[in-house]
């Protein structure tokens, strides 16, 4: 669970000024607590049923949780943060922007691409009885076209198209002009997404960071983009109880649409593989650890919306750990130890650049939406096959032209070094 080491460190800390042992051991079916059919479960549910004297961890307080176990004073103050898919034009390298459009994937698969279409196009002109090079052997071509489509030839002609240029030969056989097409359409939409896809992320570059409002994140609703938080959660029931419209109405919305997790992984989980840009609400602390540690693909949008308390639980009839921590806890606040520990927890173990968009405090805050993510491998998909169902034509084509080719000898037809017809023969 998040801060476990800093919950042996606390521990560790109190037992240490008040003179006592503990034993520490892991919530057994890892939640915080939730309160269903007047019983509680995680965290909360083993102090109340007296498996645990205290329960050291993050744990909000809450009115429902406080009415059953006793809070020591808050020893960390947070507040409700969005989780988003980190924008991509954020976290590319500078000198990168001309690569932004794609994935690495998709670049390394159509150089392998190219390079396969190099290779195929230099055995059919090779191979094939009807391409330049075999003709010029039977006389039929002269020495310059037999050099149309020679290894260099080959990869000037496959790069010129690849940069949207024309190349003055086409090739002679069917198997040539079967990979040509289907390079060709390759290559058109490689251009036209590439394309597309700088210009949605230039455009995106300037609309990132800036939207005046939180309330924006009201019309994901209205974009058809999905958010949630966990269920049965704090964060569900400060929506789902709060008296303000507009929460109110975000809460049904989430309800209807089914869009809560059941856990902070899972949240995390559908933001990396939901492709309509999931957005998970939750405490701000557990989305910062999430948004600090690679991938580095998560952003956290702190709204400054709620004020969230983190204290330790522990039993009601436990009054002298209450006071032994309460005690301790004040003197860390006051002589500046938990905010030595915060910066050691969250600035020094970052390993992310800038997870977090503070909002500033009022009515107005930061809503960033990953508005121009590259075009995967997925996506792009189409386009290979297309050009693998090509190549395997062309491979066919040239074993039938080897197959049912006959040779008849040489032509009839005389030509000179530049393919001009001179004489019958």
């Given amino acids: 669970m998040l801060f476990l080491n800093h919950a042996f460190l606390f521990c560790d800390m109190i037992a240490f000024l008040a003179g006592f042992s503990y034993k520490l051991q892991l919530v057994k079916d890892g939640r915080y607590g939730v309160k269903k059919d007047d019983k509680w479960n995680g965290l909360v549910g083993e102090v109340v049923n007296r498996q645990v004297d205290l329960a050291a961890a993050a744990l909000t307080v809450t009115p429902l949780r406080a009415e059953d176990v006793e809070f020591t ?57 009807y391409e ?58 490689l251009a036209v997404s590439y394309t597309a896809g700088l210009t949605s992320s230039l455009i995106a570059e300037e609309k990132a960071v800036g939207s005046d409002s939180w309330f924006d994140v009201r019309g994901l609703g209205q974009k058809k983009v999905p958010f949630g938080t966990v269920k049965g959660g704090s964060t569900e029931a ?42 998970f609400i939750g405490e701000r602390e557990p989305l910062m650890w999430e948004a600090m540690h690679a991938p580095c693909d998560l952003l956290v949008i702190d709204p400054k919306l709620q004020n969230i308390n983190y204290g330790l639980a522990v039993q009601k009839s436990h009054e002298r750990i209450l006071r032994d921590f309460d005690v301790a806890l004040v003197g860390f606040k ?92």
């Fill in 73 to 129: 004073v808050p020893f960390y103050e947070t507040g409700t943060a969005f989780l988003i898919k980190r924008p991509y034009m954020e976290y590319i390298r500078p000198w990168l922007w001309l690569l932004k459009p794609f994935t690495a994937g998709v670049w390394l698969v159509s150089l392998v691409a190219w390079l396969v279409v190099w290779i195929v196009m230099i055995v059919i002109n090779k191979c094939s009885p």
């Fill in 132 to 189: 330049w090079e075999r003709k010029y052997k039977r006389g039929i071509a002269g020495k310059s076209q037999a050099k149309y489509y020679s290894a260099p030839n080959s990869y000037f002609s496959v790069s010129s198209m690849l940069f949207w240029q024309g190349y003055e030969h086409g090739p002679a056989s069917t198997s040539g002009r079967l990979l040509i097409i289907g390079w060709f359409i390759f290559v058109a939409c």
């Fill in 238 to 279: 400060f929506f789902k109880n709060s008296k303000i419209p507009l929460h109110a109405e975000l809460w049904r919305e989430m309800d209807d649409q089914k869009t809560f997790a059941s856990s902070i992984d899972d949240g995390v989980n559908r933001i990396r593989t939901d492709d309509s840009n999931y957005v």
């Fill in 334 to 425: 006051s002589d500046g130890t938990m905010e030595k520990l915060r910066t050691r927890w969250f600035e020094e173990n970052s390993k992310c650049f800038s997870p977090l968009i503070s909002g500033p405090k009022g009515k107005s805050s930061t809503s960033i939406l990953p508005l121009a993510l590259p075009i995967d491998f997925h996506k792009f998909l189409l386009a290979f096959v297309i050009l693998a169902v090509f190549i395997v034509c062309a491979l066919i084509a040239l074993v039938i032209e080897k197959i049912f080719y006959k040779e008849r000898g040489r032509s009839k037809i005389v030509v000179n070094e530049e393919g001009q017809q001179l004489r019958e023969k």
